[in-house]
């Protein structure tokens, strides 16, 4: 977490106090965004000679105006967003205060998640794993918890391998209504015991508003599943938990959509959002999806967000995984996450595409040597 982001990240009133105390904290070359009511509109950057007493004084003005902040640190400039009604920030004569070198608009439709706001690449850490900024995330696990000990066997199996998170569907978004539906919160139990035996933290899937109590409470890391990427009440809720959020994109959805539905989880506070690319729908039919690498790399210059790769649901079958893998290392992704079964046969979804447990680690180490080639470690 970059220093005095959190702090400052926030748009209810009774921690504005808090806010300011923690700002002063703040080291000097910070970027400061400023979050109103309305939506983020101009970008303050600071001088390279700016005082931390200049950039207070800016933003006291704009709290003044009725904002409210929001930090980061920035490596190379003091940067402020200021956010919020147009009119009453147009009043203020940003331009003329001490220390304030440029004012810019904010012209993208993603704010908080761009790198207009926000250039250095956020570190996320889930339960003290990282990921983004050359920390690479190996996540792994059933597609779905079967049951207790398939669960265990494979979680075993990937945290021997190295793997940095356990994957695995609670609840399970099936094409067919007849098919099984994932054992539900019984499933969050086996989760948190197979957390407390490997030291890995969970990832599982938030699909119903009406369990966000539970998966908020059992997860480490929160999964919106690529069918609810647009769920915007399901991605407003998560946007209020104190949990990291792992955002899949939509089959069907543009990478300027999957940032619009970050920036729905942004905006109610919650800045720890990890994307994923997973294959979009195409003509094509000899994958189950086609796996949009290109789309990694641009998110990679559009925001500040680490993206993993699903190599698992893209391909459908496991020959095309480690292959998949390879390349999402190379085009840059800041992780994967793969599905593994320790007899894929018997699983009772998304058979085909698991890898056999025994063959993880194999898998693992290639996939390691690639993030390494690109100057990652395993976060
Ligand atoms: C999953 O990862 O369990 C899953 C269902 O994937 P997606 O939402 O990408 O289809
Ligand atoms: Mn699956």
């Known amino acids: 977490m970059r220093p005095g982001w959190t702090e400052l990240h926030s748009s209810r009133n009774d921690e504005r106090t808090d806010r300011r105390a923690t700002f002063r904290q703040a080291p000097r070359l910070a970027i400061v965004v400023v979050v109103y009511n309305g939506s983020p509109e101009l970008l303050i950057v600071m001088g390279s000679g700016a005082t931390l007493e200049q950039t207070e004084h800016v933003v006291a003005r704009l709290e003044e105006a009725g904002a409210q902040a929001r930090v980061s640190t920035g490596r190379e400039a003091t940067v402020i967003g200021a956010i919020g009604e147009r009119e009453r920030l147009a009043a203020l004569p940003i ?11 904010i012209l993208k439709p993603y704010k908080l998640v761009s790198r207009e706001l926000s250039p250095d690449p956020t570190v996320i850490t889930v339960s003290g794993r990282k990921i983004g900024d050359g920390y690479f995330g190996l996540v792994a696990g059933p597609c779905t918890v079967e049951y207790r000990e398939q669960t265990l066997e494979t979680a075993r199996a990937v945290a021997a391998a190295g793997a940095t998170m356990l994957r695995g569907g609670a609840f399970k978004p099936r094409t067919s209504p007849y098919t099984f539906q994932g054992l539900g919160l019984e499933a969050l139990d086996i989760l948190r015991e197979a957390r407390e035996e490997t030291g890995l933290p969970i990832v599982t899937e938030l699909m119903d508003p009406r369990h966000v109590e539970e998966v908020v409470e059992a997860a480490d890391a929160i999964q919106i599943g690529a069918r ?130 025994a063959e993880f680690t194999q898998f693992a180490d290639e996939v390691r040597s690639v993030a390494e080639l690109m100057g990652r470690q395993i976060g």
């Open 95 to 105: 331009e003329g205060y001490p220390g304030v070198d440029q004012v810019l608009p």
């Open 228 to 357: 609810n990427m647009q769920n915007f009440l399901l991605l407003s809720e998560v946007g209020r938990a104190d949990k990291p959020v792992l955002l899949k994109r939509g089959p069907s959805a543009s990478v300027e959509e999957l940032l619009m539905a970050a920036e729905y989880v942004a905006k109610e506070g919650n800045d720890r959002i990890i994307l994923c690319e997973r294959g979009i729908k195409t003509f094509e039919t000899s994958t189950r999806y086609t796996l949009d690498l290109g789309s990694v790399a641009v998110l990679k210059e559009e925001t500040h967000l680490p993206v993993i790769v699903d190599p698992s649901h893209a391909a459908g079958r496991r020959q095309l995984v480690l292959p998949l893998a390879r390349a999402a290392a190379a085009v840059g992704a800041d992780g994967i996450i793969v599905e593994v079964h320790p007899r894929p046969e018997e699983a009772l979804c998304d058979g085909p595409q698991q890898l056999p447990a």
